[in-house]
Every structure is written in structure tokens, then in C-alpha cells.
């Protein structure tokens, strides 16, 4: 056997021994009339590249899949990847673009080619980098969300997209499909709607304007404000109303001013008509002060404009007022160029805010509010001319120019400013966050303040000039994960599903345990979700992707229907055109149970392993996907998707911050593997996969296991050096000597408790009692224990430990196997040869029958003897190649037995040099004490005593400040509220550390003080 394990010359070739032999094809080592087992893969988008989050998940999932599979289950683990609608166009483009090619400069079919020569030249990157860490996938499956779509190549037949097409004619035909308008996230680069999971919402710098809307006819009205007391702090006659907005150019589009029905201030105006202050002044816009539930009169002015068409709480407030729509933006986030003049739109919106019309949703949308001099400009540009004209008509709110609201850029515009929040639970009008509305200060910043003069010179000889009120802050903007460039609330026709129809069997089906969600707090977010669930936006304006089967006819009639051909039919003969969009790929990912087994087929796999076992999902997924196949599978077949689910937590860097590469911290999975091995890398995300915890991914941490497997090596190189090699038939529960029967009864214990912890999800749970049993008993004890054993001139001793020894590491192996599949194959083939690989080996069944309590007792007793000794020698400073002599005060029968039968490897491996029986402990000794005895260590003369005591008492007091101070932070109520989560808990391990340390050495001088 060689000194060490390659890993970067194992791997590679075992993995492909496994490939070549079948060992992951579905089904394989099953026994007779074994039970299914089936996990699907979360699939990958087919553009990815393996990130940290990936090879925990995967980890994970292989596991428990070799874990079956050994155990005989009938196992399946289905991959595959998903077609990635936005990301691998995106990258297509990308491509076209280095050869000088526009995606628009094609036709569609064109296109399309190249996505699919892309696939078939880069798509299988994230499959052969999940190889590499050893997943064992039924390869030979492979899906892919877009098999068997018009176009695709050879080799990509399938019929996941004649599943999908199914679906959605069916659902269209029950009545859970529909067309409509909604507001939804609109990415201005690739031009398509963008569901939530492909937002990201960053703080940047941002402004917030302040804006006065003049009362209709120069109307007045008394403004008071009053304290929590009542008592009034300000009164004076305004004829305005204030409001603040981050996104000055949607002023354009405004359909009303909202106020709380309770907030006494505007109860005079509501009802009445204020001015849009911006636009032509003589096709100026009036809109209705109305009242709603939404605006918090306790911030700001506590007024906020209602943007309907782009703001998700202002489409809330318009729809419940019946205040129309108007869309202010076109496909790139310029302003709209389309439509009649600009004095013809402003006079119907006016018809419609007079009470004297009516627009249908399709009119209010088609209608351009956009001023003829702002139309075809940028957002951004728009957004300058805009707050230009308002300031210098007067209308913008104005404050002292060291009001610290301003920040360092006083009354700057930059046309790059905020824009809300996508969520629809973050962002307030016209994209304010809460707390960031009008917040008039008076004295400081109030209306009734001095106003500038047209030339800018303050009214009077001692007031400053005033300047516009224009707050510098922080503002949460929503960004395209892809694009990068700041996402829009737009009011679009897209397709729906009507979830409200389909979401009570994923939520029964929970509730009576027909699936399972752990840990706990996911059920909760699951629920929570699908108890407030809204219409799931289906449709994408993409090309790549499955093209929605709904045709048109001239008169805009839609006819729904698998192929072209059908829809004809159903017209009646008709010329069609069809719908251009795509769907979203979460409703194509949404099927993946039952499409990766062949649905609507009823295909063999379809009936063995579906409903699959375990899903093992990321937290950040558990709506987005998981609750979305519920739906689906339930509504498509009657059955829940999988039985368990397995939510995991998120891997963070040591210090407990999420990866980040602008912080630097990201951990590649891919260099980890080249640096330690993928068993390493493997066993760690195993073993700190506790439930519901997020796991802090540290290289030493790493290091740390691959050490692991080379005591794991080294103990199989011990055994070979020994001739130690299987022995046919060896019946465990034969052995004789209590060394044996102590580590067979060790290995049972291992087995089981790793089953349990594992048939619980708790995985740390089985990679750590692996770790304590593989390390701690067999190589730092059994190994030693078992020297003694094998230098007897007993025959029949040494064939036996030869034979337990050689048993015991197989047992490692197998069990180790799940974890860390490449170490453990490597030794099972280097040990001897075998019937078959490890990794279709039989699960052990062996359990507590070969726990012999005797033998058990007495190990466990020598050891806690020798523990006990090598503690006080390390705590005492007793210089680690010294031998000791051991006295021995009192001792029972049973004890002196355990003694006598291990006195060889108690005074090897405690470094004694003599037992001495004495009558009482002398001066100078320290009390070591065992189960039914008692013995001394003479140390007085061997170290410094009151060195030593100082020593002790130097980092005792070092410890105690450090322990205070972490006291003192954690009963900090300040400190636990506001820290990082992270930061409280390293604070909290940190504490337990050190008191646990601080206990120890209270402990050692304890002794020291007792020898004076």
C-alpha cells in the first residue's frame, strides 16, 4: 500500500470505474423487492459553475443516496439542469456580440441554434464539476428542461417540453391560466419580466425630492400638527399638499395623493384636487386626494403620491380606489414615445379624474401621460428635466442650506438616483422606503419658512438663502441579478396562474404530513407564503425558452393548444399568430418530478419512483420552487412531489459572513477539491450541516478532515504491515480477548447511532460520531491497544486480532463510504481483492448483540485511567517523554483486574515507568482517581511547583478579564438586538470556550495547591 492517498490521481480514475461498472444507473445493488428511494436533483442552471452552496447541497443528497444504496434500497437519483431562460440567453448574446452578431439582427429559429450549439459545446460545465465531487447521479439519465423542444439537436429528443406544453394547455383550460395586466419586475436590459429570485436588492446612495402639489383654484386650508399630548406645535394656512419621492419622473403618471383616513391634517382637502407640478402648465394635471389604510400619518407628511403603474404598494392603493394606471416607460426604461399629443392624453386623464369618464385597464395603459419634450428620454434624463422645471417653478419644498438632511451634496439631481424596491413589501410611493416620506421639521425645514427670492437671495437682509429640500440617503434599489441595472415596477400583459385555485391541496398536504418539511421554522415560511400567495407571473419575453402555445387571430381571440396546427383547428381555419413570450422557467422546473420520469408517459420509472423520497433544498428556494411543485404535482397528477423535505442552511466564511466576492471571502469549491480532496472537502460540509445552522467554512476546518482520512490511511497501513486481511466468514461475536469484543462492541455502537442520526437528517450528527469512533477508538486506541496483542506468542491471539483488526477497518470504510466515497474505495480495492466496489457493499445490520458489557466496562476503564493521567501531565507540565512512576493507594477486585489484564498498555500509553502499591498518598503527589480506585502521580520533584502555579494563575486571570468582557457584551440587551446574528453567536461560543478552559485550569491549581 502506498505511503499516502493521492486523491488528485484517485479520484478521476475511481470515478470513472464507477461510470464504466454502472454502480450509480438506477436500481443498481438493489435487493429483491427492495423499496424505492428517489431524490431529484435541484437542477443546476446549464450556464452554472459549481459554487460552495451547490456542493453542500450535493453532499448532502449523495449521502443519503450511497447510504441507500448500500443498505439495498431500489435508489434513483435523477439529474439534470435547467435551461436557465435569462442567464444562458445572456451568455449567448455575449457570445454573439465578440463576433460582431446581434441577437435582433436574427430571426428567432436563428437564434435558437446558437443556444443549442452553445449547449451542446459549455452546457455540461456544472455536471462534470458535481463528478468531480463525486456525486453519484444516475449519469445515464440525465434531464434537461428544454428536451425535445422545436429545434433541439440530436441527442436532445426527450419530452420534458411536451410535458410542459401539456400542463399548460390544461391548466389554461380548467381555468387556472390567464392573460392579464400586472405590475411585475421589469429588467430595462434583456426587456422581460423578472420574478423576485432574480432581484437583488442593494442600498446605494441615493436622494429623496421634496415636492409641493398646489390645491386646485388656489384653494386653502388650515394645517395643524399636534404632539402625542395634543398639544398644537404648528398652524398655518397652506394651499398644498407635500409629498417626497425618490423617483421625480414618475410624478408623470401620478393618479392621486393618498392619506390616512385618520389623519385629522387633511381632512379639509380629502375629496378635493391638487396639481401634478409638473408638465406644460397649461395641460397641468389635477388628481383626487383620496384616503386608504396604506399612508403612516405618523411619517413624514404623511402623504404619499400613487403611481399605480409603478410602484407595487401604489397598484395596491390604485386598485382599491379604482384610481387608473398610467405607464409611463417603455421596454428600455425610456419614456414612452408612442401614443397621441401630449394635450389630448392630459385631457382624458383630466375627463377621468373629474369623475366624467371611465377607462377600461387596456385604455388607462395605452394612454401616454409623458409630457411631447420628455418623450424617448432616458429614465434618468427625464428625471433631471423634471425636478428642474418643478424648482424652478417654485414648487419644490426649500430648507436652510446646513439643514443636515441635504448631506454633502446640497440639492444635487444626479440623474443616476433610487428607485425602489421590487418586492412589493419594502418599497412606499413612488418608490420611498418607509421612513423616507416628508418629514417637515418646523422652524427648520417647514413650508411657512422664508421663502428665496427668484434671484436666490434670502427675503430680508438676515435670512440665507434658501435651497431645495433634497435629502441625501441611503436607498434600497432593486438590481437584475444579470443585467445589473436597476429593475422597474411595470404594469405589463403577462400570463398568470390563479394559485388561489390550486393552493389549498400544498397546503393540506403539509398539514396532514403527507410531506414533511424540516427543520420547523421552513414550515412556517412555507405556509406563511402560500396562506398570502398572489397570481404567479408565468411569462417571460425572451426567445430561449418554451414559447407559450396560445395563438391570436386578427381579432385578438386566443386559441390554446399544443401545436399550431390544433389552434388552427380550433378557430375555425383561421390565420394565427402566436404569443411571442416564454415561459418562465420555474414553471418548466416546477414539473421536475414527474417530467425526469417520462410524465405524461406512465412510464415504468414514473410508477417506481415517484412520489420521490427526499428533496434537499436551499432556505432561499423553499417558495420559489419548492412550494411551487407542490402546486403543480398536486394539480397535475393528485400527488405530492416528495415525501421528506430537507431544507439546509447558507455557508458562510469562517467569520460568519455570507461569501461575497466584493469582500473576498467566496470559498471555490472546484480549488478547495485540488487543495485537500474532494473526501475532505465532503466530510466537512458534512459534518457542520447541523439543522437550521448556518455553517462558518473555514480552510483549516478543511485541513483538519483531510487529516482525518490520513489517520484513516495510516491505520489501514498499520493493518496491511501486520498482515492484518480479512478472513472469510469472520463471525464477530466469536472473538475471545476483551480488546476485541471492546471495539466490535465500539463498532455496533458507531453503526447505529450513525443510522439513527442519519435517518433524522442530522448529519452532523453521523459524520461527527463517525469522526469520534474512526480517530478517537479505533486509530488513537484499538491500534495501540491492539500492539501488545499482536507481539503475543499466542497463535490463536494474534489470528484472531488480525482478523477483528482487519473487520474493524472494513467497518470504517463501509460506514465512512457516504461521506468520503474516494478514500474509502481506494483502501477497500488496496486491502484485498473483492466480489464487488465498496460502494455497492452491504450495509451492516449488526447492532447492540455485540456489545459485551464486561469487556466494555473494563476498556472503558483503562481508558478513562490513562485519560486521567495524560491530563495531569499536560495540565502539570510534566515534560511529554518523561516516564512517571504510578502509585497505587486503593484498588477493588474488579478494578485490580482491569489493571493487571492491561498493566502493559497502561503504563505504554500513561508513559510509566512503575506501579507502586503505597499506603497513603505522600506530600509532592496529585490524586488520580478511577472507578473503584485511587492513585497518585509523585510530580513535586519532576516540575516547579510554584512556576507552575504562577503560570496557571497568569492565564487564569488573563482568561477571567476575557470571560467579563464577554459577559458584559452578551448581557448587553443593546448588543444582542442590534449585532449580526453571526456576531452574537461567535460571542456566545467564544464565552463557552474560554469558561470551559478557565474550568480546567481552576482544576489543575486545585492540585498544585494541594502538594504545596
Known sequence: MDKSFNAAEAEARISAQWEAKGCFKAGANAKPGAEPYSIMIPPPNVTGVLHVGHAFNNTLQDVLIRWHRMRGFDTLWQPGTDHAGIATQ?????????????????????????????????????????????????????????????????????????????????????????????????????????SDLEVENIETAGHMWHFKYPLAGGATYEYVEKD??????????????????????????????????????????????????????????????????????????????????????????????????????????????????????????????????????????????????????????????????????????????????????????????????????????????????????????????????????????????????????????????????????MLTDQWFVDTAKIVEPALEAVRSGRTKIMPEQHRKVYFHWLENIEPWTISRQLWWGHQIPVWYDDEGRMYCAPTEAEAIAKSGGKSLTRDPDVLDTWFSSGLWPIGTLGWPEQTPELKRYFPTSTLVSGFDIIFFWVARMMMMQLAVVGDVPFRDVYVH?????????????????????????????????????????????????????????????????????????????????????SVTQTVNKWIIGETARARMAHDEALSGYRFNDAANGLYAFVWGRVCDWYVEFAKPLLAEADAAVIAETRATMAWVIDQCLILLHPTMPFITEELWGAIAARDTMLVHADWPAYGAELIDAEADREMGWVIGLIEEIRSIRAQMHVPAGLKVQLMQIEIDARGQAAFDRNATMIARLARLSEVTPVDAMPKGAVTVAAEGAVFGLPIADLIDVAEEKARLQKTLDKLGKEIGGLKGRLGNPKFIESAPEEIVDEARENLAAREEEAGKLSEALARLAAIG
Not at 143 to 170: C, L, Q, R, W, Y
Not at 240 to 263: C, F, K, N, Q
Not at 676 to 686: K, M
Open 228 to 489: 402625542a399630548d395634543g398639544n398644537v406645535t404648528l398652524r398655518e394656512t397652506r394651499d398644498y399638499i407635500s409629498i417626497a419621492t425618490t423617483r421625480p419622473e414618475t410624478m408623470l403618471g401620478d393618479g392621486a395623493v393618498a392619506v390616512h383616513p385618520g389623519d385629522e391634517r387633511y381632512a379639509p382637502i380629502v375629496g378635493m384636487l391638487c396639481e401634478i407640478p409638473v408638465g406644460p402648465k397649461e395641460h397641468r394635471r389635477l388628481i383626487p386626494i383620496i384616503t386608504d389604510e396604506y399612508p403612516d400619518p405618523t411619517f413624514g407628511s404623511g402623504a404619499v403620491k400613487i403611481t399605480g403603474a409603478h410602484d407595487f404598494n401604489d397598484y395596491g392603493v390604485a386598485k382599491r380606489n379604482g384610481i387608473p394606471c398610467y405607464r409611463l416607460m417603455d421596454t428600455r426604461a425610456q419614456l414612452r414615445a408612442d401614443g397621441a399629443p401630449y394635450a389630448e392624453a392630459a385631457q382624458i386623464a383630466q375627463e377621468v379624474a373629474n369623475g366624467a369618464r371611465v377607462l377600461t385597464e387596456g385604455e388607462a395603459d395605452a394612454l401616454n401621460l409623458v409630457p411631447d419634450h420628455l418623450r424617448g428620454l432616458d429614465r434618468y434624463a427625464a428625471r433631471a428635466l423634471v425636478v428642474a422645471e418643478i424648482t424652478a417653478e417654485g414648487l419644490a419644498v426649500m430648507t436652510m442650506p446646513d439643514d443636515p438632511r441635504l448631506g454633502k451634496k446640497v440639492g444635487s439631481t444626479h440623474p443616476t438616483d433610487a428607485a425602489p424596491s421590487s418586492s412589493g413589501a419594502v418599497p412606499s410611493s413612488s418608490g420611498l422606503t418607509r421612513g423616507s416620506q416628508d418629514q417637515e421639521i418646523p422652524g427648520q425645514a417647514g413650508d411657512d419658512a422664508p421663502q428665496a427670492g427668484d434671484d436666490g437671495v434670502g427675503v430680508g437682509d438676515d435670512t440665507p438663502a434658501l435651497v431645495p429640500l433634497v435629502e441625501a440617503k441611503a436607498i434600497t434599489q432593486p438590481y437584475g441579478d444579470r443585467s445589473k441595472v436597476v429593475v422597474e415596477p
Open 649 to 733: 442552511a447558507l455557508v458562510r466564511d469562517e467569520k460568519g459572513r455570507k461569501m461575497s466576492k466584493s469582500i473576498g471571502n467566496v470559498l471555490d469549491p472546484l480549488e478547495l477539491i485540488d487543495e485537500f480532496g474532494a473526501d475532505a472537502v465532503r466530510f466537512t460540509l458534512t459534518s457542520m450541516a447541523a439543522m437550521g445552522r448556518d455553517l462558518k467554512l473555514s480552510k483549516d476546518r478543511i485541513a483538519g478532515y483531510r487529516n482525518f482520512g490520513t489517520k484513516l490511511w495510516n491505520a489501514a497501513r498499520f493493518a496491511e504491515m501486520n498482515d492484518c486481511k480479512p478472513v472469510p466468514g469472520f463471525d464477530p461475536a
Open 90 to 194: 445572456m451568455v449567448v448574446e455575449r457570445e454573439l456580440a465578440k463576433q460582431g452578431k446581434s441577437r435582433r439582427d436574427m430571426s428567432r429559429e436563428e437564434f435558437l441554434s446558437h443556444v443549442w450549439a452553445w449547449k451542446k459545446q459549455s452546457g455540461g460545465t456544472i455536471v462534470n464539476q458535481l463528478k468531480r465531487l463525486g456525486a453519484s447521479c444516475d449519469w445515464s439519465r440525465e434531464a434537461f428542461t428544454m428536451s425535445g423542444a422545436p429545434g433541439a439537436p440530436t441527442a436532445e429528443e426527450g419530452n420534458f417540453h411536451d410535458a410542459v406544453i401539456k400542463v399548460f394547455v390544461d391548466m389554461y383550460d380548467k381555468g387556472y391560466i390567464y392573460r392579464g395586466k400586472r405590475l411585475v419586475n421589469w429588467d430595462p436590459h434583456f426587456e422581460t419580466a423578472i
